[in-house]
Nanobody
Framework: EVQLVESGGGLVQAGGSLRLSCAAS????????ITWVRQAPGKEREGVSC????????LYADSVKGRFTISSDNAKNTVSLQMNSLKPEDTAIYYC????????????????????WGQGTQVTVSS
């Protein structure tokens, strides 16, 4: 069974940092791209960053470029998202997903791009 488990969320002040971690089992990161997505109340799920399974190329949403960094450790089957200079608008539930492609877009719940996803971890940024 493919499983993804996120951790590292919490409550931080604006300008602070968090590091999210995604632990995978049942597959290796060589098989799929890994995409971090987030969902705020009343909004669609939104791609934040992704990393390819091939050469490790990365993409970022314009709203997080220069602030967030995605990285993977294939030997440990983990992916991290370092989030710096956090803003209140970053507040959302963050999900780690195994995806077929590395693209930045808004997602529907049953988008074919998703192979599996985790339970999510809450990130709250206060003013």
């Amino acid at each position: 069974e493919v499983q993804l488990v996120e951790s590292g969320g919490g409550l931080v002040q604006a300008g602070g940092s968090l590091r999210l971690s995604c632990a995978a089992s049942g597959f290796t990161f060589d098989d799929y791209a890994i995409t971090w997505v987030r969902q705020a109340p009343g909004k669609e799920r939104e791609g934040v960053s992704c990393i390819t399974s091939g050469d490790g190329s990365t993409l970022y949403a314009d709203s997080v470029k220069g602030r967030f960094t995605i990285s993977s450790d294939n030997a440990k089957n983990t992916v991290s998202l370092q989030m710096n200079s956090l803003k209140p608008e970053d507040t959302a539930i963050y999900y780690c997903a195994a995806t077929r492609w590395c693209v930045i877009k808004k997602y529907s719940d049953y988008d074919v791009n998703f192979v599996s996803w985790g339970q999510g971890t809450q990130v709250t940024v206060s003013s």
